[in-house]
């Protein structure tokens, strides 16, 4: 709250995304519960969504399922993604229709988030 109102308008989201990833990282239970009071954007919920994609599938999953529908596919296949690059192996299939998409679709746009991913590092 502190930081969005010392924040001009123009860079209030990106201000926003860097504190609430840093909090997330460190106080995942704590940023959870303030933003639940203060409403999750599609933004914030994607930040959970692959923060938590490291460690809880299923809390990084209700978080991805909040993104509005037009947006859900791909916060769906990047949280997947994140989850592959940390090792787990989880059934893309059960995931295909919160994303609206068919197995075959998910598991490509999976694929490219990964890509993605990987090659930002």
Not at 15 to 43: K, N
Not at 87 to 116: C, N
């Amino acid at each position: 709250d502190w930081l969005l109102k010392r924040t001009p308008p123009d860079q209030r989201d990106e201000a926003s995304r860097l504190c609430l990833y840093q909090w997330a990282e460190h106080s995942p239970d704590e940023a959870a519960a303030w933003l639940e009071s203060a409403g999750p954007t599609d933004m914030s919920a994607e930040i959970f969504a692959t923060r938590f994609a490291r460690s809880d599938l299923d809390k990084a999953m209700t978080w991805a399922r909040r993104v509005s529908p037009e947006k859900r596919p791909d916060a769906i296949s990047s949280t997947l993604a994140q989850a592959l690059i940390a090792g787990q192996k989880p059934d893309l299939s059960r995931y295909a229709a919160d994303a609206g998409l068919s197995d075959e679709e998910l598991s490509t746009r999976v694929e490219a988030a990964r890509q993605q991913i990987n090659s930002r590092f």
